[in-house]
């Protein structure tokens, strides 16, 4: 499990010490710090913002030839965006970390042996999920949605190790709380209760459609640009996003976009012309197609046929 971090101490070309990567000035601010907590478990905290993007790949650690595990709480955004993701070593992917973004991380990492010794029934069902996946050539990746409860413990634990001293025992029991509890809910649904489609790229997805939202009073930014923008590709987002949300990009965002305007026409607070503005259309006539293309009848006749759409 130092393997990593050696990997980075290169890659960053800074010295580990006590256990941390400080970053240097001439590329950002922060730190990655990394505690041993029992033989085969450790957890790494990473916290950073960097002035320039860097590239970095998933390395499997190579100490042992037997799978090594990786969860990884997303603390940067809000307690409804509160997701956890496991990964395990097989899983291997590049990234990068964009420049002025805040990367804010707390990754457990565990062996398959200190998971067989320390939660006995679910690591047989965590390693059949894992083995099933890989069967059916995807990536061993297993998302899952937490609640308030762990946004609270996962913040309460990096705040602990964002000290240069803190209790140990609070960092182990915060942090076995979490796994415990990311374990139990994943092996409570089981292998054919997890669509195993959504898990790939399930988190920048979501964070797409967040997007979107932002563009409903405005032309949607084009596939290349939102790509980009979360280190996709045109291809995968669009094949993704399918998969997620059951509709393709544009497909969706007009629905959603069409929707907001037909509850404006029904309250009857502004006039089409002022909504088809409010929603980014120059021309009336061009939010009048889109509008009757989505519901079949013309805006202005939404009121009189309100029971059927």
């Known amino acids: 499990m130092y393997d990593y971090m050696e990997f980075l101490s290169g890659q960053l070309n800074v010295p580990i010490k006590n256990n941390s990567i400080q970053i240097p000035e001439s590329i950002g601010n922060g730190f990655i710090k990394n505690l041993f907590i029992d033989e085969g478990f450790c957890i790494r905290y990473y916290h950073f913002t960097l002035n320039r993007n860097l590239v970095f790949k ?32 097989d899983f291997n992917r590049a990234g990068i ?41 995807q990536p061993t990746l297993i998302v899952e949605e937490m609640d308030r409860t762990h946004y ?24 076995l709380i979490l796994l415990n509890d990311f374990l139990n809910r994943i092996v409570s649904r089981g ?10 790229y399930y988190p920048e997805i979501t964070k797409v459609e967040s997007t979107l ?20 590709s045109p291809s995968t987002l669009k094949r993704h996003f399918k998969i997620v949300y059951g509709k393709n990009i544009q497909t969706y965002y007009l629905a959603n976009k069409m929707a907001i305007g037909k509850s404006l026409i029904i309250s009857k607070s502004k006039t089409i012309s002022e909504i088809a503005f409010a929603l980014g259309y120059s021309k009336l006539n061009s939010f009048s197609k889109a509008f009757k293309k989505q519901y079949g009848i013309l805006p202005k006749e939404v009121n009189s046929n309100s029971t059927n759409l």
């Open 58 to 89: 998933w390395i499997t650690d190579s100490e042992t030839n037997e799978p090594i595990f990786k969860l990884i709480f997303f603390l940067e955004g809000s307690e409804t965006e509160n997701l956890a993701t496991l990964y395990s070593s």
């Open 97 to 137: 970390a964009k420049s002025n973004t805040p990367v804010n991380r707390m990754v457990f990492l565990f062996t398959k042996k200190w998971l067989q010794e320390n939660f006995i029934e679910a690591s047989e069902k965590i390693i059949n999920m894992v083995n099933v996946l890989i069967k059916k050539n």
């Open 152 to 175: 609270i413990f996962a913040h309460e634990l990096a705040k602990e190790m964002n000290q240069d001293s803190f209790p140990l025992i609070h960092v182990k029991t915060k942090g």
């Open 191 to 200: 292998i054919n209760h997890i669509n195993i489609d959504q898990t790939l």
């Open 213 to 232: 939202r932002q563009y409903y009073n405005k032309p949607m930014p084009s596939i290349p640009e939102l790509a980009s923008e979360f280190n996709l």
